[in-house]
């Protein structure tokens, strides 16, 4: 890339810190990874091919990053058999932001990791499903299901836009 | 994507809103934007705190190539911009500060940020030349932007005092090439430290002007500037 990095981290940054926020809660966990993910892509930048996506190569950066914080929560805390992503508790921005990110915890898993990269991060429904598994079908399902119970939850309207492909 | 609403101490590469027209391959990929920002608020302050952080994790691993931030000033708006080795550019909103940032990625490093705490030093200086109470830079300056005989001349003109001035055909002779009055005003008009570096002092031979990089009037102002304090 070419372009100042600055740009990259102002169109994106709302969108990166979602998408940790999503997969992680929110917290030190979630900023932790978006700051591994700012550093790791500013370190990176200069090589980006020009014409890539810098949205979704940024939250596909988040998401090993986010992986990264889940394996250092999992080596601190009990054994666990698998490494599910689930969001620790404990996080808490505050005020009115508190809701939505408690529903998008209390969310099934693949709900939420779809919310996580494909509502929010615009990553495909294809990339999405070979990400966390199932079909791309599947994935549009989740998403639908995903927002609506947040909406329903937490705001008013229904599943109308968002990602649709 | 400039945001002069921001004056004080930060200029924002903005979003244009429309991300997606500049990324092909996924077109839809940012659509959900507008939703999130309802749906997915982010609290007051929450991206300011994690940018902070990320200027000063960058710093600490050496990938800070091009810091900048900007400041207001009687001559309106100036955009700083520094490398590791020193100021490197300072310009006018005439210039279009994208437009400058874009150049600055492209000929030094795409690894800009805003990092107005990286240029205290230099914004205080510069305020306090407005302000009447400073004579002469006493900062790092890195001339990498230019080469050959625009960077000496550039680098000859702090010799210029306070409140002076100097034709572009004294300029050519100090610097010993008499016969190079054209290319001492090619030099001045693409000095990358206007003010740091004083191209504000030189003028036509016969008392006119001459061009500025931040317009006529902003000439006028630093000389009138220098001329009263």
């Known amino acids: 890339m070419k372009q100042p990095f600055e740009q990259a981290v102002e169109r994106h940054g709302g969108t990166v810190l979602r998408v940790c926020r999503a997969v992680l809660g929110p917290g030190p966990d979630a900023d932790d990874a978006w700051s591994e993910t700012f550093v790791a892509a500013l370190r990176a930048w200069p090589e980006l091919p020009a014409d890539a996506n810098a949205e979704a190569w940024l939250v596909r950066v988040a998401r090993r990053k986010a992986i990264d914080v889940i394996r250092a929560r999992a080596r601190h805390a009990l054994p666990a058999a698998d490494l599910p992503e689930r969001p620790a508790p404990g996080g808490d921005p505050g005020g009115e932001e508190r809701t939505v990110w408690a529903a998008v915890a209390a969310l099934p898993e693949r709900q939420r990791l779809v919310v996580a990269y494909h509502y929010l991060g615009g990553l495909p429904h294809a990339e999405t499903a070979a990400l966390i598994g199932g079909s791309a079908a599947a994935v549009r399902r989740a998403a639908a299901d995903g927002i609506r119970s947040l909406r329903r939850a937490y705001g008013a309207g229904e599943y109308t836009n968002g990602a649709p492909r | ?229």
């Open chain 2, 1 to 229: 994507m400039t945001d002069t609403t921001s004056k004080t101490d930060t200029t924002r590469m903005t979003d244009t809103t429309d991300t997606t027209a500049a990324e092909p391959g996924l077109p839809v990929a940012a659509a959900a934007s507008t939703d999130d920002a309802d749906l997915f608020p982010l609290e007051t302050g929450a991206l300011d705190r994690l940018r902070a952080r990320l200027v000063e994790r960058a710093g600490e691993h050496g990938l800070l190539d091009v810091a900048y931030r900007t400041i207001d000033t009687p001559v309106g708006p100036l955009l700083l911009a520094a490398t590791q080795a020193g100021l490197v550019r300072v310009a006018f909103e005439r210039e279009g500060f994208d437009a400058v940032l874009e150049a600055l990625a492209a000929k030094l490093s795409p690894r800009v940020l805003r990092a107005p705490r990286r240029l205290d030093a230099v914004a205080a200086e510069v305020e306090e030349y407005f302000a009447g109470t400073r004579r002469s830079f006493d900062l790092p300056l890195d001339y990498g932007l230019s080469a050959g005989f625009r960077q000496l001349v550039q680098r000859w003109l702090p010799h210029i005092g306070y409140g002076k001035t100097r034709s572009y055909r004294e300029v050519a002779e100090f610097v010993g090439s008499p016969r190079a009055v054209r290319a001492v005003g090619s030099a001045c008009a693409t000095n990358p430290l206007p003010v740091v570096v004083p191209c504000h002092r030189v003028l036509r031979t016969d008392g006119g002007l001459g061009g500025y990089i931040g317009g006529l009037d902003a000439k006028e102002a630093l000389l009138s500037l220098e001329a009263a304090a």
